[in-house]
């Protein structure tokens, strides 16, 4: 089956829907006549701004960029710097160790395209065709570490290095290289990943409530009546989905411990993390970030000029972000404490280290030391990523304060990681006790549990536990980053 081809022909089909077609699902662009007007008629506005000599000052047009934007450039400068990107700055600058994942890059081809789509972004409709044919070869590599700067111009030379020699016209070089579609990427995909892990949290939360036999009375659906939020009560409903048909007899005749009671509340309060990201995601997609910006009519070259702006410096997305990695962390540590409860065995009346009597135990307490590790990596990426005072820069103090999206980001990744492995070690640590109890879950939790190959047991002395938490990490991570197709 070949690919899904999506057609661009106005910035209202810049969506999170659209974002996760072309990111996860590796989709294809193209666009339609709508978009081409749009970006042919903003290329001529702008034409029109230049011809009548209003241009003594537009940033990286006149001028040369970063800490040279005081330097006006001659006539022979000015054809020369726009000639190409590659005669415009340095490509492929700074270190590839660590690269962004691909789904990430390829949405960031969609987000560069939102300047032209409203027809401000001074780029050709041919550029802007090369831009989404980027999507059709070998997706270019750009770097996660080493690319903090004033904007995105050192990621962005790595992912427009497929243009490097591209034939430019006057403008388009700036256009090119600066505004923040790395960081609308960024934040589209850590939202999109987000919302997933939701759904198979819900799942596991169910899994877990039933595999420690907790009252049912704690996920009560009649809570949502004494509540105002929104989210509480959305998760409540969601829960009583999970656990319909659950054995209301055997359970635990007093209530869980805190870490099981406060389910809806903890996975209440992440939604509203992600929701908040949901809300940036989708302004980003459809929100122009030039420097400089084309402001004004664009049918009115006497309305019209360029405004040197703060579009690059994406500090919603980096902060949007900030508040995924401390949802993701409260999480961690939830799993943490539910899987060291139940390793004890004590508040439920199993075995110490969920080990019959007649097995040999030695290992069942490192599922509790894998948690604190997974535990601590996430607390530690949630720390936000503020603004440094570090940036210095030479010439002027012109780019004196440095993006943060980057660093957001990437401790997104490491949060994550680090909830991928705290949800497989518990849901190893919840067969185990399922095993003990002998009772069946609900439906829709059996269905969960089935999803998983065999976990290892101490019928074989936990020799392949470790083979079973990696596969369970490898289904969870492949569900919730792979296409949709995957879940």
């Known amino acids: 089956m070949g690919k899904t081809l999506v057609t661009l022909d106005s910035i209202s089909d810049l969506t ?37 000599g209003e241009k003594e000052y537009i940033y990286g047009v006149t001028t040369q960029p970063g800490g040279r934007a005081k330097q006006i450039a001659d006539d022979t400068l000015q054809r020369r710097q726009g000639a190409s990107l590659s005669s415009f700055i340095a490509m492929d600058f700074g270190f590839s160790d ?63 290095s497929p243009l490097a020699s591209l034939p430019l016209k006057e403008g388009e070089a700036m256009s090119l290289i600066n505004g923040s579609p790395c960081s609308t990427a960024m934040v589209c995909e850590a939202t999109i990943a987000s919302r997933r892990i939701f759904d198979v949290l819900l799942d596991l ?4 409530i039933e595999a420690a036999r907790a009252p049912l009375m704690h996920y009560d659906r009649r809570l ?42 903890i996975l209440a309060t992440s939604l509203k993390a992600t ?61 943490s404490k539910q899987t060291a409860r139940l390793v004890d065995g004590h508040p439920f009346g199993f075995p110490p280290y ?57 401790r997104n990744m490491q949060a994550r990681d680090a909830l991928y492995s705290a949800m497989s070690t518990a849901i190893a640590t919840a067969e185990l006790a399922m095993k003990i109890h002998g009772q069946s879950a609900a439906p829709h939790v059996e269905r969960f549990r089935a999803r998983f190959d065999p976990i290892a ?18 289904r969870l991570r492949s569900w919730i980053e792979g296409g949709s197709g995957e879940a």
Not at 26 to 36: N, P
Not at 205 to 208: D, T
Not at 280 to 290: F, G, K
Not at 305 to 334: C, E, K, P, W, Y
Request: hydrophobic letters at 45%.
């Open 16 to 52: 999170l829907k659209c974002a996760e077609q072309i990111g996860f699902d590796g989709a294809t662009l193209s666009l339609g006549a709508r978009a081409e007007q749009q970006i042919r008629m903003g290329r001529a506005a702008f034409e029109r701004l230049t011809a009548l």
């Open 224 to 265: 949502s009546d004494l509540s105002q939020d929104q989210d509480f009560r959305h998760m409540l409903a969601r829960l009583e989905k999970v656990l319909n048909g659950a054995e209301p007899s055997g359970r635990l005749a007093h209530q869980a411990p805190v870490s099981w009671r406060i389910i809806p509340n």
């Open 98 to 160: 660590s690269l962004l994942p691909e789904r990430t890059v390829r949405m960031i081809a969609l987000a560069r395209l939102s300047n032209a789509l409203t027809g401000r972004s001074r780029l050709t409709f041919e550029t802007a065709k090369a831009i989404a044919d980027i999507l059709d070869g070998p997706i270019p590599a750009v770097p996660l570490a080493s690319a903090t700067g004033p904007g995105e111009v050192i990621p962005l030379s790595w992912f427009l």
């Open 354 to 410: 969920l080990c019959p009597s007649d097995a040999y135990g030695v290992g069942g307490e490192y599922l509790a030391w894998l948690q604190s590790g997974a535990s601590e990596r996430a607390r530690h990426a949630a720390a936000p990523a503020t603004l440094s005072p570090g940036l210095e820069d030479p010439d002027g103090g012109q780019s004196d304060v440095s993006a943060t999206t980057f660093l957001a980001y990437e």
């Open 457 to 474: 047991g101490y019928a074989d002395g936990l020799t392949t536990m470790g083979q079973s938490l990696r596969s369970a990490k490898c």
């Open 205 to 208: 939360s169910g899994l877990m």
């Open 275 to 335: 929701r908040f990201a949901e809300e940036v995601a989708e302004t980003s997609l459809q929100s122009v970030n030039d420097n400089p910006a084309m402001v004004g009519r664009l049918d009115d070259p006497q309305d019209l000029a360029m405004v040197s702006a703060g579009g690059f410096h994406a500090a919603a997305a980096s902060r949007a972000i900030d508040q995924i990695n401390a949802a993701l962390a409260d999480l961690t540590v939830l799993l």
